[in-house]
Antibody, heavy 128, light 110 residues
């Protein structure tokens, strides 16, 4: 069974930093791309970032480019999101999500081309 | 901000059929398959429909998906109380080189 356990959320002042972690189990971690998706209170889903299975390719939403860094440790089966220059509008639940193949939108036999498995999320609150 | 547009709400009585539209562009829905996600109240989203019209094994065949040009649609037939949830479409966007979600549709069972 796939399990994704996020941690690292909390309250931070504007301009501050946080590092989110997601410990994965139940699958061969290095074979799958991973993403972070966020949801502000009462709002819709917003894709934040993705990283390929090898860690060699990263992808970011425009609003996060230059501010945040996604990375992974395939020996520890963990994906990270280093967030800097946090703003009030970054307040959200952050979900760790597993893609269906080694790169986002990359078809292999049987892949869904979507976000197959979701963690329960970790809450980030940016407030003065 | 969301690149894919959905109606904010849809509703029906038990047993009725409900449609949810998802409008995009040539760089996303027009070029890549659509995935639909269901988010029950207070829960994390779950993949509901993939590659436009395929269902994971846990999804009943009351749910169906379709795709035409730069738009997609999710249909729920035989609406049930347990279908009350938020539904999101999503697709890869080749121009943004990123994943885009729809604005979300809240389905209410009257």
């Amino acid at each position: 069974e796939v399990q994704l356990l996020e941690s690292g959320g909390g309250s931070v002042h504007p301009g501050g930093s946080l590092r989110l972690s997601c410990a994965a189990s139940g699958f061969t971690f290095s074979n799958y791309a991973m993403s972070w998706v966020r949801q502000a209170p009462g709002k819709g889903l917003e894709w934040v970032s993705a990283i390929s299975g090898s860690g060699g390719t990263t992808y970011y939403a425009d609003s996060e480019k230059g501010r945040w860094t996604i990375s992974r440790d395939n020996n520890e089966n963990t994906v990270y999101l280093q967030m800097t220059s946090l703003r009030a509008e970054d307040t959200a639940m952050y979900f760790c999500v597993k893609w269906s193949s080694t790169r986002p939108n990359h078809y292999i036999l049987g892949s869904t081309l979507g976000l197959d498995d979701w963690g329960q999320g970790t809450l980030v609150t940016v407030s003065s | 901000q969301s690149v894919l547009t959905q109606p904010p709400s849809a509703s029906g009585t038990p047993g009725q059929r409900v449609h949810i539209s998802c409008s995009g562009s040539t760089s996303n829905i027009g070029s890549n398959p659509v995935t639909w996600y269901q988010q029950l109240p207070g829960r994390a989203p779950k993949l509901l429909m993939y590659r436009n019209n395929y269902r994971p094994s846990w999804v009943p065949d009351r749910f169906s998906g379709s795709n035409s040009g730069t738009s997609a649609s999710l249909a729920i037939s035989g609406l049930q109380a347990e279908d009350e949830a938020d539904y999101y479409c999503a697709a890869w966007d080749d121009s943004l080189n990123g994943y885009v979600f729809g604005t979300g549709t809240k389905v209410t069972v009257l």
